[in-house]
């Protein structure tokens, strides 16, 4: 399996920007497709965004659709979500995930997860 950790979360103001990366240790990365999910508190985690294999491919949450953008490189085994015009609504716990195969949104698909890392927009 491939071991995932998050990083990069923080505390930022309305507008700002912030990039979050997600490294595995697995000898396989590109075989899998990466994701991005975020939970916020007492809700139920829910789709950010997905990369293909290759990262040729992507797919996006219509409410992070412009704003933000998912990306990988397999040569250091890590994906990143590049994350513009942040806004409070934001505010969740983001968690990166790998997946075999399947709709890469939908969490099921996903066997592998990181701990997650804290992103808080302020107003």
């Known amino acids: 399996q491939v071991q995932l950790v998050e990083s990069g979360g923080g505390l930022v103001q309305a507008g700002d920007s912030l990039r979050l990366s997600c490294a595995s240790s697995g000898r396989t990365f590109s075989s899998y497709v990466m994701g991005w999910f975020l939970q916020a508190p007492g809700k139920e985690r829910e789709f950010v965004a997905s990369?293909?294999?290759?990262?040729?491919?992507?797919s996006y949450a219509d409410s992070v659709k412009g704003r933000f953008t998912i990306s990988r490189d397999n040569s250091k085994n890590t994906v990143y979500l590049q994350m513009n015009s942040l806004k409070p609504e934001d505010t969740a716990v983001y968690y990166c995930?790998?997946?075999?195969?399947?709709?890469?949104?939908?969490?099921?698909?996903?066997?592998?997860w990181g701990q997650g890392t804290q992103v808080t927009v302020s107003s």
């Open positions: 990369t293909s294999r290759s990262g040729g491919l992507t």
């Open positions: 995930a790998a997946s075999l195969g399947g709709n890469s949104r939908l969490e099921i698909s996903y066997a592998n």
